[in-house]
């Protein structure tokens, strides 16, 4: 099995951009979708990016994901930093057991 | 739109049993795989178990095999979580999450949430 690393918490300004990584232990990045999660307090989960890339319909273009093989990690960036987009996010892929590997989130400061 | 509305958490004791349910609409339930993932509080997710689009396959989190068992009722477009043998790391918000396709990629949609408490 593998682990998802993210860092424990990122912070930036309004209308900044904000790279958060997700590193997987072993195994290629590429070999399986990674999924991003928005999670605000007292709220469920959102879907901000499925299958590395894509947008989910009603997530803003300010929300991408990308992997990148050669640190075997995903990320998600976010443009144009809004309060609103503070939150914790997970990332999440899944393993040849076909379960489901979350990262321990990562608390997104907006100030 | 995408509706999924969990339901059946509450207070139970250690050793019991709890059975959870989600309701789905919205969508054609029988063509996507759906999960139960849970948090307990002031912690991260932890995925616990699937089922794909026609039942046909289930897998579980190692922490709750051969504890919990996952079903669904196509014809009802409900989803369910048979939860025995209780304990108190089992405490936890459990949601319904929706897969992005018929098996076990990703999810797309996910319910509010219903929460279970173990203890005696």
């Known amino acids: 099995n593998f682990m998802l690393t993210q860092p424990h918490s990122v912070s930036e300004s309004p209308g900044k951009t904000v790279t958060i990584s997700c590193t997987r232990s072993?195994?290629?990045?590429?070999?399986?979708?990674v999924q991003w999660y928005q999670q605000r307090p007292g709220s469920s989960p959102t879907t901000m990016i499925y299958e590395d890339n894509q947008r989910p319909s009603g997530v803003p273009d300010r929300f991408s994901g990308s992997i990148d093989s050669s640190s075997n990690s995903a990320s998600l960036t976010i443009s144009g930093l809004k309060t609103e987009d503070e939150a914790d996010y997970y990332c999440?892929?899944?393993?040849?057991?076909?379960?489901?590997?979350f990262g321990a989130g990562t608390k997104l400061t907006v100030l | 739109q995408v509706q999924l509305v969990e339901s059946g958490g509450g207070v139970v004791q250690p050793g019991r049993s709890l059975r959870l349910s989600c309701a789905a609409s919205g969508f054609t339930f029988s063509s996507f795989g759906m999960h139960w993932v849970r948090q307990a509080p002031g912690r991260g997710l932890e995925w616990v178990a699937v089922?794909?689009?026609?039942?046909?396959?289930?897998y579980y989190a190692e922490s709750v095999k051969g504890r919990f068992t996952i079903a669904r009722d196509n014809s009802k477009n409900t989803l369910y979580l048979q939860m025995n043998s209780l304990r108190a790391e089992d405490t936890a918000l459990y949601y319904c999450?929706?897969?992005?396709?018929?098996?076990?990629?990703?999810?797309?949609?996910w319910g509010q949430g219903t929460l279970v408490t173990v203890s005696s």
């Open positions: 999450a929706r897969d992005v396709g018929a098996t076990d990629i990703g999810g797309d949609y």
């Open positions: 072993s195994g290629s990045i590429a070999s399986n979708y």
């Open positions: 999440q892929s899944y393993d040849s057991g076909n379960r489901w590997v």
């Open positions: 089922i794909w689009y026609d039942g046909s396959n289930k």
